[in-house]
């Protein structure tokens, strides 16, 4: 029920904005967050961000180049990137979660992920 889009190849310094859709009528009600996964890593958190759009929180290495943002209205997540490093290609997951149980930064919490979106950054 989590449709994410928005990834490609963009040049070093570029900006992206990866957007979330859900199909749900209770999108309002979820935790959001943003994880990724790169090339033989595991599956690191990205952004959370609850379910009014307050207290949104970010990993130390994208903090100042990424936002996590939502829009309820039309039951969208987005995560607008901005000066990418090459370090920054990934699978880029989103994940939702009606009654988190635990942190937003574990990916456990969440109970429903959307498909990869790829991004590519090169030098």
């Known amino acids: 029920q989590l449709q994410a889009s928005g990834g490609g190849p963009v040049q070093a310094g570029d900006s992206l904005r990866l957007s979330c859709q859900s199909s749900?009528?209770?999108?309002?009600?979820?935790?959001m967050a943003w994880f990724r996964q790169a090339p033989g890593k595991e599956r690191s958190f990205v952004a959370a961000?609850?379910?009014?759009?307050?207290?949104?929180d970010y990993a130390d290495s994208v903090k100042g180049r990424f936002t996590i943002s939502r829009d309820n209205r039309v039951n969208t997540a987005y995560l607008q990137m901005t000066s990418l490093k090459p370090e920054d290609t990934a699978d880029y997951y989103c994940?939702?979660?009606?009654?988190?149980?635990?942190?937003?930064?574990?990916?456990?919490?969440?109970?429903?992920w959307g498909q990869g979106t790829l991004v590519t950054v090169s030098s």
């Open positions: 749900s009528r209770a999108f309002s009600s979820y935790a």
């Open positions: 994940a939702a979660a009606m009654f988190p149980s635990g942190p937003l930064v574990v990916g456990h919490t969440y109970d429903y």
């Open positions: 961000i609850n379910y009014n759009g307050a207290t949104p």
